[in-house]
């Protein structure tokens, strides 16, 4: 019996959410499973990933073969390079806290604080309005006279 790793869809339309599953090949995509080796959430920033990572590594130890999608999960979690040998991956990066960005936004202002063009901007179409403006002053005046 070929096994495989794949992903079983869950939730509402446009909000999906999978479980990653050990399941024969030949069964469909949602259908009966042999075991539930984790959880993946795309839609959530940043995307929820949580493996199992014993049972993973049995199930690739004993012949499962993982699909393309739950092999890039398995890379991510670094799964794969342990059931491989290969060096681990660098740990996935978490999002900035609001903190964090109000902290880099104050560091950005101070170092903006030092410039000197801080007086208004005026385009051009400013002063082309301002030039008629003009003209129209000057010629109600000479009409009135």
Do not use: C
């Not at 199930?59 to 991510?76: D, M, N, R």
């Not at 990066?93 to 202002?109: G, H, I, N, V, Y």
């Not at 170092?111 to 082309?128: N, P, R, V, W």
């Amino acid at each position: 019996m070929a096994v495989k790793i794949k992903l079983k869809r869950l939730g509402k339309i446009r909000q999906p959410h999978y479980r990653i599953v050990v399941a024969d090949a030949r069964t469909r995509r949602d259908g009966r499973a042999i075991e539930e080796i984790g959880l993946y959430h795309p839609t959530y920033n940043p995307s929820r990933i949580e493996v199992n990572a014993e049972r993973a590594q049995y199930w690739l130890s004993v012949g499962a073969q993982p699909t393309e999608a739950v092999l890039a999960i398995l890379k991510l979690t670094g799964d794969w390079q342990a059931h491989k040998g290969l060096p681990a991956p660098a740990p996935l990066l978490q999002p900035e806290t609001k903190d964090d960005k109000r902290a880099s936004f104050e560091a950005f202002a101070k170092t903006l604080e030092g410039d000197e063009a801080k007086g208004e901007a005026i385009t051009q179409k400013a002063k082309k309005t301002e030039k008629k403006a003009d003209e129209a002053e000057a010629s109600a005046e000479s009409t009135e006279a």
